[in-house]
């Protein structure tokens, strides 16, 4: 059976108030950021993509992406959205085909950056609210079936556990818990194995709304691509989504008019994916 996409709503789990970031607001920081950007105006349209299973998996589907990205980059702006840190998407960015992005989105939606400046765009941690890592990692290593992931994939903003097959209403008492000491959390399951924990005002959705409204784009002009639960959110904010064919069942399971689901794999499923949308319109 396949799910309906809500507005901006991601699962009981992932659920975090979109409302205020909803309308484009022309700000100082948005002329700031354009400004550390190298672009005079916003993008006329975003692709927001995931990176590891999504555009990184067979070499030559990311060869074919970048060729098909190279003769459209004036007109769309890409963004990446992960789990990884700065750093490491630059890090790819010099030594893969991957095109260079007008912004990173990391830490599973904690951190947004410009690219290549990378200039932090300070008011998005700015809303997240009764927040402590290193206490909630400390409360969270107690649990037996948890493992702390390395330290490189910590953050101030961000705590990551292994836990292999944990049910939804472990990571519900999970939940709970946490909120029951005062803190504010978002818990984000994927792979059946990956366990990241986040501020409630975080994640992969909220973070792209943030950035997209700031440049004034509007959802129809928005692109969003993922292959895991941690993609989740980001098809739940009036973007059109990209599910490549290679998605795990959590993204398979979406259905609805913004939804397109390719039969290929990494980033093939993206240029397919994208072709579908632009001759849409």
Same mark, same amino acid.
């Given at each position: 059976?396949?799910?309906?996409?809500?507005?901006?709503?991601?699962?009981?789990?992932?659920?975090?108030?979109?409302?205020?970031?909803?309308?484009?607001?022309?700000?100082?920081?948005?002329?700031?950021?354009?400004?550390?950007?190298?672009?005079?105006?916003?993008?006329?349209?975003?692709?927001?993509?995931?990176?590891?299973?999504?555009?990184?998996?067979?070499?030559?589907?990311?060869?074919?992406?970048?060729?098909?990205?190279?003769?459209?980059?004036?007109?769309?702006?890409?963004?990446?959205?992960?789990?990884?840190?700065?750093?490491? $998407?630059?890090?790819?960015? &010099?030594?893969?085909?991957? *095109?260079?992005? =007008?912004?990173?989105? #990391?830490?599973? /939606?904690? %951190?947004?950056?410009?690219?290549?400046?990378?200039?932090?765009?300070?008011?998005?941690?700015?809303?997240?609210?009764?927040?402590?890592?290193?206490?909630?990692?400390?409360?969270?290593?107690?649990?037996?079936?948890?493992?702390?992931?390395?330290?490189?994939?910590?953050?101030?903003?961000?705590?990551?556990?292994?836990?292999?097959?944990?049910?939804?209403?472990?990571?519900?008492?999970?939940?709970?818990?946490?909120?029951?000491?005062?803190?504010?959390?978002?818990?984000?399951?994927?792979?059946?194995?990956?366990?990241?924990?986040?501020?409630?005002?975080?994640?992969?959705?909220?973070?792209? $709304?943030?950035?997209?409204? &700031?440049?004034?784009?509007? *959802?129809?002009? =928005?692109?969003?691509? #993922?292959?895991? /639960?941690? %993609?989740?959110?980001?098809?739940?904010?009036?973007?059109?989504?990209?599910?490549?064919?290679?998605?795990?069942?959590?993204?398979?399971?979406?259905?609805?008019?913004?939804?397109?689901?390719?039969?290929?794999?990494?980033?093939?499923?993206?240029?397919?994916?994208?072709?579908?949308?632009?001759?849409?319109?």
């Amino acid at each position: 059976m396949r799910l309906s996409a809500p507005a901006c709503r991601g699962s009981v789990l992932e659920w975090a108030d979109t409302r205020s970031l909803r309308q484009p607001v022309v700000t100082p920081l948005l002329i700031q950021s354009l400004i550390w950007s190298n672009v005079s105006v916003p993008p006329e349209k975003l692709l927001i993509s995931n990176v590891d299973g999504t555009l990184l998996g067979q070499d030559d589907a990311l060869a074919r992406f970048a060729a098909w990205f190279d003769a459209r980059g004036d007109e769309l702006g890409l963004v990446y959205n992960t789990g990884r840190n700065y750093d490491s $998407v630059v890090e790819l960015v &010099h030594n893969t085909d991957l *095109p260079d992005p =007008v912004a990173i989105i #990391g830490g599973v /939606g904690t %951190d947004i950056r410009l690219y290549p400046s990378g200039e932090r765009l300070e008011e998005w941690p700015r809303r997240f609210r009764a927040w402590n890592a290193a206490s909630i990692r400390s409360i969270v290593a107690s649990y037996p079936e948890l493992t702390q992931q390395e330290w490189e994939q910590q953050s101030a903003w961000k705590v990551s556990f292994f836990g292999l097959g944990l049910s939804e209403q472990y990571l519900r008492e999970l939940k709970r818990n946490l909120q029951s000491l005062g803190y504010r959390v978002k818990v984000i399951y994927s792979a059946n194995n990956y366990l990241d924990i986040v501020p409630a005002e975080a994640g992969k959705g909220t973070a792209a $709304v943030f950035l997209a409204s &700031h440049w004034r784009v509007p *959802p129809e002009r =928005v692109f969003v691509c #993922g292959d895991s /639960g941690n %993609d989740l959110s980001m098809f739940f904010c009036r973007f059109r989504g990209i599910v490549v064919g290679n998605g795990h069942p959590e993204l398979k399971a979406l259905n609805g008019p913004h939804i397109f689901h390719s039969s290929e794999l990494f980033a093939a499923g993206v240029v397919d994916g994208m072709e579908h949308w632009l001759q849409e319109g």
